[in-house]
């Protein structure tokens, strides 16, 4: 299948790489369906692409690598809507906001893209807590060797 994308124009997918938002993202509720695309020479940041609208697409990563210490809960809510059974079938990632000067850029801890790797089902979950913001510096130094996501 071929779809038209925001930064790499017309690319193939396996359709089985997609993956559902039944709630689509805030803002974007009609967006039910989104695939991951590597960006060509970058081992840090991936690309959210809905696979039906070519201006819609997210550079994200995994915000772990950036914030080591970066922690919270799923609630049992969020646990049955992504169908998760076990923590390896978990993958976050945050939404970044890419500036110039890159040093300036943001990333959103406070609404991670939570994703059941398993059965490609995904959801914004929006954190009730005032630790993370949703503006955080993409230049922090705190890395990190494994999630925490419990």
């Known amino acids: 299948m071929f779809i038209q994308t925001k930064y790499l124009g017309e690319v193939e997918i396996n359709r089985e790489k997609i993956i559902q938002f039944p709630s689509g993202l805030p803002g974007f509720g009609d967006e039910l ?3 991951l695309l590597h960006l060509p020479n970058n081992q840090v940041f991936q690309i959210l692409q809905s696979t039906t609208t070519a201006n819609v697409a997210f550079i994200v990563t995994n915000p772990y690598l950036i914030y080591g210490t970066y922690e919270f809960e799923l609630d049992d809510n969020m ?3 992504l169908q998760i059974k076990d923590e390896k079938d978990v993958t976050v990632f945050s939404i970044v906001t890419l500036k110039d000067p ?3 850029s943001t990333l959103n801890l406070k609404a991670p893209i ?11 979950y929006i954190l009730n807590t005032d630790i ?3 503006k955080a510096s ?3 130094n705190d890395a990190a060797d494994e999630s925490r996501v419990r």
Not at 114 to 124: D, E, P, R, W
Request: glycine share 4%; aromatic share 12%; hydrophobic share 35%.
């Open 33 to 35: 369906e989104f695939v």
């Open 79 to 81: 646990l049955e809507t």
């Open 102 to 104: 890159f040093a300036t």
């Open 114 to 124: 939570i994703i059941n790797t398993t059965n490609k089902l995904g959801k914004q």
């Open 132 to 134: 993370y913001q949703s």
């Open 138 to 140: 993409i230049t922090n």
